[in-house]
């Protein structure tokens, strides 16, 4: 009798663990790729221990863990899918759902098998998933195709030299004349002013086709992937706040960096992404794809709801600041070559409207905010900003080189304010007539019309 009632709860506390253990698998999956093998052993270890610490009899630790590990992956596998709830609402179903699982199996320790069945095919799922991803290459051209794009050439009388080209993306950049209208206050001309006394050309209330920076970006860089106003092909898959697939490699795999080569001109990023065909620094962390900015611990929390929990109200400005910092060095030391473009992306005056102890964060709750602070929150940066870039700008030694500054859309949280509507700046470019009707997704035509084209000998 006593040997059978060992033998009973090894089996038990096998199961247990055999239980969490494929709880936890598809998550361990999910985070191979950021964290390392290491992961496999880790997560199973951690909830054997959690298995005699809390006791599982009381199964709920399973619906707890589930809750954690699965809520934010799948919410955001489905999220404009099969759904368009807010993170909030989804996780209250879930977590509801993940109850009731529980409890059935509570009272019914035979369910367990069908959950376990489940959480197995979970695994087969994203293991399948990240295979394919990380083995399937990206087809620009089929991409393309997709997005029925056709290129269309510039009408803009661009004059060519050897000179360096530099864009400089202020990101969430709002129209000067539309926060004028707004404040009736001159100082919020104050760069418009200020570039065209150094010799800039001003596009006041420069259209953008994109609000997101994650389509803006690659419509700049592949030569506008907007095909027309009306009927945008973009625009229409553009509804959430995620990045859409295929977005990022193609401006990655850009146009405008292979059109420039061919016109044996180097691209540089320093900004949200790297250039896959240009010349990439190696100190450079880009903000994209890249986890430099954060630690693999950082990674695995940021695909819980933990990282909703701590971020929720407030957006992560470490990650952000860092980044800032880091272009704002790169464009300060910059030796601009002949036959080189460079692209610099300064997370100005977007928000967090934060920078170290130069600004200390100002704590925007985005979800009692109303507008009318939101505006006025964003103005006091604008204008901080636009004094620390104005000085930047008026340092540099970029005596050659032509520049553009543009942001890669407006304002976008007040009624009152366009949020298509930007600026551009443009030095150099002197053919260029400043009533020009000129996009930001044209810009990316008006950098390559500025090179040389090879003459074949
Ligand atoms: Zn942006």
């Given at each position: 009798?006593?040997?059978?009632?060992?033998?009973?709860?090894?089996?038990?506390?096998?199961?247990?663990?055999?239980?969490?253990?494929?709880?936890?698998?598809?998550?361990?999956?999910?985070?191979?790729?950021?964290?390392?093998?290491?992961?496999?052993?880790?997560?199973?270890?951690?909830?054997?221990?959690?298995?005699?610490?809390?006791?599982?009899?009381?199964?709920?630790?399973?619906?707890i863990l589930c809750f954690l590990f699965y809520n934010n992956?799948?919410?955001?596998?489905?999220?404009?899918?099969?759904?368009?709830?807010?993170?909030?609402?989804?996780?209250?179903?879930?977590?509801?759902?993940?109850?009731?699982?529980?409890?059935?199996?509570?009272?019914?320790?035979?369910?367990?098998?069908?959950?376990?069945?489940?959480?197995?095919?979970?695994?087969?799922?994203?293991?399948?998933?990240?295979?394919?991803?990380?083995?399937?290459?990206?087809?620009?051209?089929?991409?393309?195709?997709?997005?029925?794009?056709?290129?269309?050439?510039?009408?803009?009388?661009?004059?060519?030299?050897?000179?360096?080209?530099?864009?400089?993306?202020?990101?969430?950049?709002?129209?000067?004349?539309?926060?004028?209208?707004?404040?009736?206050?001159?100082?919020?001309?104050?760069?418009?002013?200020?570039?065209?006394?150094?010799?800039?050309?001003?596009?006041?209330?420069?259209?953008?086709?994109?609000?997101?920076?994650?389509?803006?970006?690659?419509?700049?860089?592949?030569?506008?992937?907007?095909?027309?106003?009306?009927?945008?092909?973009?625009?229409?898959?553009?509804?959430?706040?995620?990045?859409?697939?295929?977005?990022?490699?193609?401006?990655?795999?850009?146009?405008?960096?292979?059109?420039?080569?061919?016109?044996?001109?180097?691209?540089?990023?320093?900004?949200?992404?790297?250039?896959?065909?240009?010349?990439?620094?190696?100190?450079?962390?880009?903000?994209?794809?890249?986890?430099?900015?954060?630690?693999?611990?950082?990674?695995?929390?940021?695909?819980?709801?933990?990282?909703?929990?701590?971020?929720?109200?407030?957006?992560?400005?470490?990650?952000?600041?860092?980044?800032?910092?880091?272009?704002?060095?790169?464009?300060?030391?910059?030796?601009?070559?002949?036959?080189?473009?460079?692209?610099?992306?300064?997370?100005?005056?977007?928000?967090?409207?934060?920078?170290?102890?130069?600004?200390?964060?100002?704590?925007?709750?985005?979800?009692?905010?109303?507008?009318?602070?939101?505006?006025?929150?964003?103005?006091?940066?604008?204008?901080?900003?636009?004094?620390?870039?104005?000085?930047?700008?008026?340092?540099?030694?970029?005596?050659?080189?032509?520049?553009?500054?543009?942001?890669?859309?407006?304002?976008?949280?007040?009624?009152?304010?366009?949020?298509?509507?930007?600026?551009?700046?443009?030095?150099?470019?002197?053919?260029?007539?400043?009533?020009?009707?000129?996009?930001?997704?044209?810009?990316?035509?008006?950098?390559?019309?500025?090179?040389?084209?090879?003459?074949?000998?």
């Amino acid at each position: 009798m006593k040997k059978n009632y060992f033998v009973n709860k090894a089996i038990f506390s096998f199961d247990k663990i055999l239980m969490t253990s494929i709880l936890s698998l598809p998550f361990t999956i999910e985070v191979l790729f950021d964290f390392g093998a290491v992961s496999v052993l880790l997560i199973p270890i951690t909830l054997y221990f959690l298995d005699i610490k809390i006791n599982p009899s009381k199964y709920f630790v399973f619906f707890i863990l589930c809750f954690l590990f699965y809520n934010n992956i799948i919410y955001y596998d489905t999220h404009l899918k099969l759904h368009e709830l807010r993170l909030r609402y989804f996780s209250s179903i879930f977590l509801l759902i993940s109850f009731c699982i529980n409890l059935i199996c509570l009272k019914n320790k035979n369910v367990i098998k069908y959950v376990n069945v489940f959480f197995l095919f979970l695994s087969i799922s994203f293991g399948a998933t990240k295979t394919y991803n990380s083995f399937s290459l990206f087809d620009r051209s089929s991409f393309l195709e997709k997005l029925n794009f056709e290129y269309k050439t510039s009408t803009l009388e661009i004059g060519k030299s050897d000179d360096p080209v530099i864009l400089i993306i202020l990101d969430g950049l709002s129209s000067s004349e539309e926060i004028f209208k707004h404040t009736k206050d001159s100082i919020d001309l104050k760069l418009d002013f200020s570039l065209k006394k150094r010799g800039y050309k001003v596009i006041s209330n420069a259209r953008t086709e994109s609000l997101r920076t994650t389509i803006s970006l690659p419509s700049l860089f592949n030569f506008n992937l907007h095909n027309s106003i009306d009927k945008d092909s973009i625009e229409n898959i553009d509804k959430g706040l995620q990045t859409i697939d295929g977005f990022q490699e193609i401006f990655n795999e850009n146009l405008l960096v292979d059109s420039l080569l061919t016109r044996s001109v180097k691209s540089y990023s320093f900004g949200v992404g790297e250039f896959t065909r240009g010349i990439n620094n190696d100190d450079f962390c880009y903000l994209w794809g890249d986890s430099c900015y954060s630690s693999s611990l950082e990674n695995i929390i940021s695909k819980t709801i933990i990282e909703a929990i701590i971020h929720g109200l407030d957006r992560d400005t470490e990650k952000v600041d860092l980044f800032r910092k880091n272009s704002l060095e790169q464009l300060e030391n910059l030796v601009p070559a002949q036959k080189s473009f460079y692209y610099f992306h300064l997370f100005f005056p977007h928000d967090p409207y934060s920078y170290f102890e130069e600004y200390p964060n100002v704590r925007l709750n985005y979800l009692t905010i109303s507008e009318e602070e939101y505006l006025s929150e964003h103005i006091k940066y604008k204008r901080w900003f636009v004094d620390k870039f104005i000085d930047l700008i008026e340092d540099a030694d970029f005596q050659n080189s032509r520049i553009i500054i543009a942001g890669d859309h407006g304002f976008r949280h007040n009624k009152s304010i366009a949020p298509e509507l930007t600026n551009i700046y443009l030095k150099g470019y002197n053919s260029i007539n400043a009533n020009n009707d000129i996009t930001v997704q044209q810009i990316g035509n008006i950098i390559l019309e500025s090179f040389l084209v090879l003459k074949l000998e």
